[in-house]
């Protein structure tokens, strides 16, 4: 079992929908990221989390340390938000500390 | 524009060839790192670079090399391709509030 798990794999939604990603992962952490991956290959940083919940536009990130479980929700979903959506948990206190990933998320919005 | 640059884009070697893909930044982050990204699996830590000098291995180090030439830079070597390391690898330098991607390079190893 990895330590970081993602569902779903694949999302397919149609323009303006409310779209769910979830994570949950194994291990104490410090840590949780969420990075889009655009179709052209480049990685982008979105949200870091250790608790709480976070906004930036139509996304919002959010995280239950209890239960080792984070959510990454996009609000009036778009054609352009389609990438591979990952998470990535850092167990460490330093900026030297390892990030381990899930295996991402496929999301394709429909005009 | 600041942030991670990452060359070569695209590399296509044979089996046994050697080299080396650079990366800089200049954010004056402390932490670098290189990862590696196949279908079907998330990325996976080679080797990285907290600070300075100083280098660690990942997940998965075997048939790598890095340097960390100063603070701005930070190469990994291949010094024997093998088919088993065709890939996409990813630099990326961070702090503990995030951390910023290069654009990637596509290597195969025929």
């Known amino acids: 079992k990895n330590e970081v798990e993602q569902s779903p794999q694949n999302l397919t939604a149609q323009e303006g929908e409310f779209i769910t990603i979830n994570c949950s992962y194994s291990?104490?952490?410090?840590?949780l990221h969420w990075l889009q991956q655009h179709p052209g290959g480049g990685i982008v940083s979105l949200f870091m989390?250790?608790?709480g919940k976070k906004k930036h536009g139509r996304l919002i990130a959010t995280i239950n340390i209890q239960e080792k479980h984070s959510s990454l929700h996009i609000t009036a979903s778009h054609p352009r938000d389609s990438a591979v959506y990952i998470c990535?948990?850092?167990?460490?206190?330093?900026?030297?500390?390892?990030?381990?990933f899930g295996e991402g998320t496929q999301l394709t919005v429909n005009p | 524009n600041a942030g991670v640059t990452q060359t070569p884009k695209f590399q296509v070697l044979k089996t046994g060839q050697s080299m080396t893909l650079q990366c800089a930044q200049d954010?004056?982050?402390?932490?670098m790192y290189w990862y590696r990204q196949d279908p079907g699996m998330g990325l996976r830590l080679i080797y990285y670079?907290?600070?300075?000098?100083?280098?660690d291995k990942g997940e998965v180090p075997n048939g790598y090399n890095v340097s960390r030439l100063n603070k701005r830079e930070f190469s990994l070597r291949l010094e024997s391709a093998a088919p088993s390391q065709t890939s996409v690898y990813f630099c990326?330098?961070?702090?503990?509030?995030?951390?910023?991607f290069g654009s990637g390079t596509r290597l195969t190893v025929v």
């Open positions: 990326a330098s961070g702090v503990n509030y995030g951390y910023t």
């Open positions: 291990v104490g952490i410090s840590a």
């Open positions: 989390l250790s608790s």
């Open positions: 990535a948990v850092r167990s460490g206190e330093t900026s030297g500390s390892r990030l381990t």
């Open positions: 954010m004056n982050h402390n932490s």
């Open positions: 670079s907290a600070s300075e000098g100083t280098t």
